[in-house]
């Protein structure tokens, strides 16, 4: 199986700042790996796919990057609304797995 | 637009059976996998199983194989979750979404809640 790590568990940063998650995985899994973001009480919802993908109707401060192992999602220029739980996920083979998820909180 | 809408989850006892639903519209269901996600109280998304379009394959994380099965009935548009001999760590807010390997999950259903406990 393939286990995906996230750093850092948590972070709390001001509005507009840049703020960095990373995801690895425990083996090549290409540029199979997705963001999501989940509020509380939510369902999760897409922001980025084949790592650098943004999608559709997710704001241009969000970016990701990466390949292979190691992946970034970026935030670029916090907002408040960006308060939330964050999980990478790679979709190269199943079982399809998760990070553990990055709580951001704001400052 | 596109929609998912889960329904029948609930209350069941350790052992028992329940099945889920996903109601799918805005988008030809048949031509996309389909997968359940679940999320216990307080922790992570856990991959539950998915099912491919067309030939339907199906994948089972190891934790549920043997006891729940994944199905499609792409006549209805709708995704089921059999879940039988279920145990207290199935207890969880089940997603249904929309993808499967090598896709991502783009699009969410809201949930539906399921309490495994006598």
């Known amino acids: 199986d393939i286990q995906m790590t996230q750093s850092p568990s948590s972070l709390s940063a001001s509005v507009g700042d840049r703020v960095t998650i990373t995801c690895r995985a425990s083996?090549?899994?290409?540029?199979?790996l997705n963001w999501y973001q989940q509020k509380p009480g939510k369902a999760p919802k897409l922001l980025m796919y084949?790592?650098?993908r943004l999608e559709s109707g997710v704001p241009s401060r969000f970016s990701g990057g990466g390949s292979g192992t190691e992946f970034t999602l970026t935030i670029s220029g916090l907002q408040p609304e960006d308060s939330a739980t964050y999980y990478c996920?790679?979709?190269?083979?199943?079982?399809?797995?998760f990070g553990g998820g990055t709580k951001v909180e704001i400052k | 637009e596109v929609q998912l809408l889960e329904s029948g989850g609930g209350l069941v006892q350790p052992g028992g059976s329940l099945r889920l639903s996903c109601a799918a519209s805005?988008?030809?269901?048949?031509?996309?996998?389909m997968t359940w996600v679940r999320q216990a109280p307080g922790k992570g998304l856990e991959w539950v199983a998915s099912?491919?379009?067309?030939?339907?394959?199906?994948y089972y994380a190891d934790s549920v194989q043997g006891r729940f099965t994944i199905s499609r009935d792409d006549s209805k548009n709708t995704l089921y979750l059999q879940m039988n001999s279920p145990r207290a760590g199935d207890t969880a807010e089940y997603y249904c979404?929309?993808?499967?390997?090598?896709?991502?999950?783009?699009?969410w259903g809201q949930g539906t809640l399921v309490t495994v406990s006598s």
């Open positions: 099912i491919s379009a067309s030939v339907s394959n199906t």
């Open positions: 996920q790679q979709c190269y083979s199943t079982p399809l797995t």
């Open positions: 805005g988008f030809t269901f048949s031509s996309y996998a």
């Open positions: 979404a929309k993808g499967g390997r090598l896709e991502p999950f783009d699009c």
């Open positions: 083996q090549s899994i290409s540029s199979y």
């Open positions: 084949i790592a650098s």
